[in-house]
């Protein structure tokens, strides 16, 4: 499949555990924020997002901190299950209808 | 894939060939994006569509054209490939500018 996990940060993390990635973001003007999972061989996909008028927002899981303060996004993944073992990367609304999106964390889940 | 489909999914082509990649989508969505994805430097934008007949370039343009001539199909077109067009390509579509981007499942790109 597609490789895209060359040369990333790399996160081991146990089963079980819990997990956080970190991504800082440019723009202080962004106000749209996105966390993307990327298995390998596959498209990203769309896990959570938040707006800039919030600085957290739950989901099945997960769990998205914006810090606009430092520009600073985390994405926190609950008991981390092997199918949780992907690259993961941010991106930002930064105007223009487009994303920038961030180089990616993988993620590595030890059984 | 969100009703997204690619094609072809896998090319090996050789430098100078034009070479046209495929995006569909049935989710009746406005906007329309490719992007080419390459280690070391994560998901760079080539060009999207915010509606038929209207496009715009992103940051690594050249060497690359669309069009779009009706809403569910954005083509992606080397006119003369190049080694360095190498890469793995995707689609998006949004509904809104602000919206998240769904993608599709890529095209492997080997330019020889």
């Known amino acids: 499949g597609e490789s895209v996990g060359l040369h990333l940060p790399t996160l081991s993390v146990q089963e079980g555990d819990n997990s956080i990635i970190n991504c800082a973001y440019s723009?202080?003007?962004?106000?749209?924020f996105i966390w993307y999972k990327q298995e390998s061989g596959k498209g990203p996909q769309f896990i959570i997002d938040i707006r800039s008028n919030m600085d957290k927002r739950q989901g099945q899981r997960v769990t998205v901190l914006l810090n606009k303060t430092v520009k600073h996004l985390s994405l926190q993944i609950a008991a981390t299950q092997p199918g949780d073992s992907a690259v993961y990367f941010c991106?930002?609304?930064?105007?223009?209808?487009?994303?920038?999106f961030g180089k990616g964390n993988q993620v590595v889940v030890i059984p | 894939d969100a009703g997204i489909t690619q094609s072809p999914r896998h090319k090996v082509t050789e430098t100078g060939t034009p070479v046209t990649l495929r995006c569909h989508q049935t989710?009746?969505?406005?906007?329309m994006y490719w992007y080419r994805q390459d280690p070391g430097h994560g998901l760079r934008l080539i060009h999207y569509?915010?509606?038929?007949?209207?496009?715009d370039k992103g940051e690594v343009s050249d060497g690359y054209s669309v069009s779009r001539s009706k809403t569910e199909d954005f083509l992606l077109t080397l006119e003369s490939a190049t080694s360095s067009q190498t890469s793995v390509y995707f689609c998006?579509?949004?509904?809104?500018?602000?919206?998240?981007?769904?993608f599709g499942p890529g095209t492997r790109l080997t330019v020889l």
């Open positions: 569509s915010y509606g038929v007949k209207d496009t």
């Open positions: 723009n202080s003007a962004s106000d749209y």
């Open positions: 989710e009746n969505h406005r906007y």
């Open positions: 991106a930002e609304n930064s105007g223009n209808n487009r994303l920038a």
């Open positions: 998006a579509i949004a509904g809104g500018s602000d919206n998240e981007q769904f």
